[in-house]
């Protein structure tokens, strides 16, 4: 006898199984495709934000960095300023010291001036004083030797005068060159 025979409904049980384990099969099958389509899509999705993620921090990793190197080149200015201000500050030091040092040295040197000055006028006065006191003389000794001439009369009087008068002004310019020299000095 045949299978058939002794199982009649197994050979239709057995279709409708395999029709349904087709179905299943096909179904399953479906799902799984819709699956991995679906899964392929959440992957390029997951990809695309890690993307743009990935954009986003080196996006401002580099603004980072951009302001890290801002502040560092801040930085070394401010270091090079401070440096400058620092110098600026010795050498205005050093300078004001210089200064302080030839303005001792000029006043020294205008008190030595001075005193040399003080030391020629007196000088100059002693010999301007010894001038007057000669010039007296003579003066007093023309006089004597006017009222003696007068005495005996004659024209030479007024001669002798005009020389006394001459004289009188050489020692006048004489005394007063030397004045302005010493002035000068």
Avoid at 32 to 41: I, K, R, V, Y
Avoid at 88 to 95: F, Q, Y
């Amino acid at each position: 006898m045949s299978s058939e025979n002794l199982f009649p409904d197994l050979h239709q049980k057995m279709s409708k199984k395999i029709a349904q384990l087709t179905k299943v099969i096909f179904h399953l099958n479906s799902k799984n495709e819709d699956n991995q389509d679906d899964l392929s899509a959440l992957a390029d999705a997951y990809e695309s934000e890690i993307d743009s993620i990935l954009r986003d921090c080196s996006g401002k990793i580099n603004k980072f960095k951009d302001r890290l190197d801002e502040r560092k080149a801040v930085e070394r200015e401010q270091k090079c300023v401070d440096e400058l201000a620092k110098r600026h500050e010795e050498e205005k030091k050093e300078a004001l010291l210089e200064w302080q040092g030839i303005r001792k040295d000029l006043l020294a040197e205008n008190a030595k001036l001075k005193k040399q000055h003080e030391a020629g006028v007196k000088m100059m006065v002693k010999d301007i004083e010894g001038i007057k006191s000669e010039f007296k003389k003579r003066v007093d000794a023309f006089n004597e030797t006017v009222k003696k001439l007068e005495k005996r009369g004659g024209s030479t009087v007024e001669d002798m005068k005009a020389k006394h008068q001459r004289e009188i002004a050489d020692h006048v310019k004489e005394a007063n060159l030397k004045y302005n020299e010493m002035l000068r000095e």
